[in-house]
């Protein structure tokens, strides 16, 4: 981690991931139908579980780079995820039927979280060298 904060963990976006999810999800219910709600979350939980694989298989290559075991398989499993993603989305719209509109809103929240946790991280950083007297 760089020193200081200045970038968003993993577990954080998650975290508002999560957040952002369960209040669309509600809207959703509210102001849209059950279904749309139910597309919600499971467009939420898609990529939610997406970027934890990500994370897994990056940390797995970053082992395999420093001379760990698995960099085959590793290098390997990036492009197969990528198209086990694609398969999962298409049987969830093909077969499953959910609500795209409920589905697109969740998938979405994972960008929404990126946004709101990488503002909270350069905000945390600048307060810090206000508080400090140096320039960003």
Known sequence: MIEGHTIPTLAQIQRANAILL???SMLL???ISPAASLSCLL???FVI???FVLGWLGRLLL???AGGAGGGLAAIALPLKLL???ALAYLLFAKVGIDALGFGVGVSTQLAAIMFESYRAWFRRRTRSDLEGTAV
Request: hydrophobic residues 85%; aromatic residues 0%; charged residues 0%.
């Open 84 to 86: 086990l993603v694609a």
């Open 63 to 65: 082992a395999a780079a």
């Open 29 to 31: 219910l509210l102001l």
């Open 22 to 24: 369960v209040a669309a």
């Open 49 to 51: 579980i997406n970027l």
């Open 43 to 45: 467009g939420g939980a």
